[in-house]
């Protein structure tokens, strides 16, 4: 029982010795009891669930939080109460955000659970029972029909001839597979082609089956996918880890400058105590606490920015990541394509007339020799349109201002196909009433529907694959009469159906025959002597918008790669119209894939865009190979399939409208209309919400900067301390915190998606940036101590008055700092002074917000400040604003000089 071969391999009657029971009685009870003391309940093992509470303290753990829960202790030592209840509110408000959005238990296996059964109908010791599928073992005999889920995985013993099932989210296949009873020849079958097994997690669409239950539990390829899925351990994402690296380099900064400034003091003579409480100052200067915060909040606004390009994410950091995305793995069925057959040429008396158009929407032309034609000027072709709906089984419905599918897709392109002619099937229907059928099979590759028509006679209309079919066909409709078949006919539509097939069209023929009354209902009186009538080839169209995004993404220097359950030339043929399989391109298929050792297959994965027929296990080892490139992975998934290399990828994408919710519980992202063209759109904003991020970072550190400057340079003086811890923080959390955020939604750059995704070991703060952060830093610094001089030694006031003026001078220098931070080279003029309206209101808040502090007696006395004379106040502005202008000057100036470098 440990080691079970390939039952697809096998006879009905070599699985039944394997498995020690048999097709008419199933298991004994004595032996099903045994066997489920063996091997354990038929059920996906579980892993501990993340409390909520453990996501909650997960959110303490960035070290520049344990850093501020640290400043915040010694603020409290200190009987510095205000600030250390100032520190603590933010780090509290941070873990809020980052709890709320990230309050995800890991549902994956709960959602993979809602795949299998409560119940199953079994038959043991010959008798038909009704138990848990939790208690069936390998050996079960089970019973299917219609709208039943598989509870395990089993081999078919008997069916009957409609019997299909729906694998879509286990294989990938978008129609229902029709099963076979046969043994299967060869060793080693993807899961999509082993025609004569089900498995769990897969529902039956049609018919009924009886059949032997080989794998149960963590063993079915549904387990095999769980066990993957919790293989898996979450990374942190490049944010995560340049901000935790940046955290720590801040502190380390700092602690060197305390230190240092501790010791000059205690040098110089001055007291512990008051060189302590510098130190803390200059500390508290030194560390963004808004930071954490500000990066949270930013990210949440762009989460809801994303939600209208039909991006939604589950995971915050995930936002970020997309930015540097340079592989995006996607299905093809309803993502690159519409998930919409679409027939797109008819062959019919010696001509292929070509059909436009895309989807269920039945507008388009017919097109002969590259002309478009009227079809009612073609009696061949209408009458090929008019068996393609009387043969059909499907409904062409409106729906909400477009037009849906009810029933089998294939059917539905006939449909469609006929409508652009103005064949209705409700009109044909009038005509030719609806008397029998013969249901498609597996063995036949037929359908017949048998109609009477007003006149009295009856017709069998018949579709299928077209070289069976011709096997059946002894005449040939041309035009409005009939003739033999002969030689020359038949060769020339196989010729026809090949070239089609090789475009990666699906190709059916029609036929039909009049039936005697007398006739018997059966395939094999009826399917045979037809008139063969002509062939229709369709396909699953690609969606118009992914070709404008796959240009964008070769813009951008994003790759795409194709992941598919479909067959390899299909594929093939879709990546080439949308233009990413070129001239030295290679295609595989799942089982290729098996045989290409590690090596090989990374040494040539570049040139792999199409990936075809693929296993759970193929799709995970695509993700690794592209990872271990250091490539930044974006994978989408729809099917439980899908899930272990969702998860895997450094951006796991599921589909919101397909999408199962074992891919979604495991997603970063979810796309909410299905469409390739969401996730590019997804990229787009995820690049600018990292440039926006870069940007309030580099205005916290740059205006930390100059609050460090400021205590370090009146410290080394030996001036008296120009701004109180309580400024400092105010200015931290309230100047700095609004303008920041707004900066955080700045408009996105136009021209982002022209430029090669950044590296993600690129840091968040480069050399040159930090220069030029240290640079206006230390205008900043200038400025505040410019006034902190000219209030205290000159106009000779009180060390209240010139602490109030350095903290006016430092809040609104960096609120005129916060629009030299939308751009680094261009002029703020040039980019539109009201193109962030949200910045600049965000300044008056910001302002107004400082006017209490200085003017509301209350808050005087928390803050220690003192009103201003207006004189005082003229001299705020002038000196404020000194930043902003000498940037724009810096600014006009490079650009000349680049300018001039270009034409030189």
């Known amino acids: 029982m440990r080691d079970k071969p390939n039952f697809y391999n096998l006879s009905i009657q070599e ?76 780090v509290i408000l941070n873990a809020i955000l980052g709890f709320i959005q990230e309050y995800r238990a890991e549902k994956s296996l709960a959602a993979l659970k809602k795949l299998s059964s409560p119940t199953s109908k079994i038959i043991r010791n010959g008798e038909h029972q009704i138990i848990s599928s939790s208690h069936l073992v390998s050996g079960d005999l089970i019973e299917l029909e219609a709208g039943d889920n598989v509870p395990a995985d089993s081999r078919v013993v008997w069916h009957t001839s409609n019997f299909s099932v729906a694998e879509a989210s286990l294989t990938g296949e978008s129609t229902p597979v029709a099963k076979t009873l046969h043994a299967l020849k060869e060793k080693e ?57 940046f955290g720590k380099w801040i502190v380390y900064l700092c602690f060197a400058l305390v230190a240092l400034v501790f010791i000059l003091g205690i040098l110089r003579g001055g007291k512990i105590l008051d060189m302590f409480l510098t130190a803390v100052s200059l500390a508290v200067a030194a560390i963004p606490e808004g930071l954490p915060a500000v990066v949270t909040i930013a990210l949440a606004l762009g989460v809801q920015r994303m939600v209208k390009r039909h991006a939604l994410i589950r995971k915050l950091p995930s936002v970020e990541t997309l930015g540097c995305a340079t592989v995006i793995c996607s299905d093809k069925t309803g993502t690159l394509t519409k998930n919409e057959m679409t027939a797109q040429a008819v062959f019919v008396t010696g001509a292929v007339f070509k059909v436009t158009g895309i989807g269920y929407e039945p507008s388009g032309q017919f097109l002969l020799g590259g002309e478009e034609i009227n079809p009612s000027q073609y009696p061949g072709l209408i009458k090929v349109l008019t068996f393609g709906i009387l043969c059909n089984g499907a409904t062409l419905a409106k729906n909400n201002g477009g037009y849906k599918i009810i029933g089998d897709p294939t059917e539905g392109a006939l449909l469609t196909c006929a409508a652009k002619a103005g064949i209705l099937k409700e009109d044909k229907e009038k005509e030719f009433k609806f008397l029998d059928e013969i249901p498609f099979d597996s063995e036949r590759k037929k359908m017949t529907i048998i109609r009477n028509s007003n006149s009295g006679k009856m017709f069998a209309f018949v579709k299928g694959a077209p070289d069976i079919l011709l096997n059946n066909c002894t005449a040939i409709e041309e035009d409005s009469s009939t003739r033999t078949l002969s030689g020359e006919d038949r060769k020339k539509i196989l010729n026809v159906n090949n070239d089609l097939a090789n475009s990666a069209m699906r190709v059916l023929a029609v036929a039909y025959r009049e039936v005697a009354q007398t006739e018997k209902i059966e395939a094999d009186t009826i399917e045979k002597d037809l008139v063969f009538g002509g062939l229709i080839a369709m396909i699953d169209p690609p969606r118009e918008e992914v070709r404008r995004a ?30 990413f399989f070129k001239e030295g391109s290679i295609a ?270 209350f808050l005087q006395r928390v803050f220690k400040t003192e009103p201003l004379g207006s004189f005082d106040w003229f001299l705020v502005i002038v000196i404020s604003s000194f930043p902003l202008w000498a940037m724009e000057i810096v600014k006009v100036i490079n650009r000349k000089r680049s300018n001039e470098a270009a034409n030189f």
């Not at 240009?551 to 093939?572: L, P, Q, S």
């Open 588 to 857: 595989l298929t799942g089982e290729e894939l098996d045989r290409l050792s590690e090596d090989a297959f990374r040494s040539e994965i570049e040139k792999i865009p199409v990936f075809a027929r693929v296993s759970p296990e193929n799709k995970l080892r695509i993700v690794r190979a592209w990872r271990a490139r250091h490539e930044v992975v974006a994978m989408t998934g729809d099917g439980v399939n899908d899930a272990p290399a969702v998860k895997e990828a450094d951006i796991g994408v599921a589909m919101g409208i397909t999408g199962t919710d074992v891919t979604k519980e495991v997603s970063d992202m979810v796309i909410t209309d299905d469409n390739f063209a969401s996730i590019v759109a997804a990229v787009e904003e995820g690049r600018g919400i990292y440039e926006n991020i870069k940007k309030f970072i580099h205005y916290l550190l740059s205006c930390n900067a100059g609050e460090i400057l400021v205590m370090f340079v009146a410290s080394l003086v030996g001036w008296p301390v120009p701004l109180l811890p309580i400024h400092i923080l105010w200015v931290n959390l309230v100047t700095d915190g609004l303008p920041a955020l707004a900066l955080g939604i700045d408009p996105v750059d136009p021209n982002i998606m022209q430029k090669p995704p950044r590296p993600t070991n690129e840091p968040v703060v480069t050399k040159q940036r930090a220069f030029l952060m240290l640079t206006q830093g230390a205008f900043i610094a200038f400025c505040s101590l410019l006034a902190f001089i000219l209030v205290l030694f000159v106009e000779k006031e009180g060390i209240e008055r010139a602490r109030t003026a350095a903290f006016i001078v430092l809040a609104c220098s960096q609120l005129f700092h916060s629009f030299n931070c939308r751009n680094m080279t261009e002029s703020l003029f040039k980019i539109g002074v009201f193109t962030n309206k949200k910045l600049i209101l965000a300044n008056f808040v910001s302002f107004f917000l400082l006017m209490a502090v200085v003017y509301v007696p």
């Open 550 to 579: 796959m240009e964008e993404c070769k813009t951008a220097g994003i790759k795409t790669v194709m992941i598919t359950g479909d067959h390899k030339n299909t594929a093939v043929a879709i990546a080439k119209d949308l233009g």
């Open 15 to 90: 699985a039944c010795d394997v498995l020690g029971t048999s097709v008419d009685s199933g298991l004994t009870f004595e032996k099903a009891q045994e066997l489920l003391l063996e091997f354990g309940p038929n059920q996906l093992e579980e892993k501990k669930k993340i409390s909520p509470w453990e996501i909650f303290f997960e959110q303490f753990k960035d070290f520049i939080i344990l850093i501020l829960i640290g400043a915040a202790i010694v603020s409290g030592f200190l009987g510095e109460w205000i600030d250390a209840a100032a520190i603590i509110a933010i």
């Open 189 to 245: 079958i993807p899961l999509a082609d082993r025609a004569n097994m089900i498995y769990m997690g897969t529902s039956v669409t049609s018919g009924k089956a009886r059949a032997l239950i080989t794998e149960t539990g963590m063993r079915t390829e549904l387990g095999k996918i769980a066990t993957m899925v919790q293989a898996i351990e979450q990374e942190t994402t490049p944010l995560q880890k340049k901000l935790e690296t």
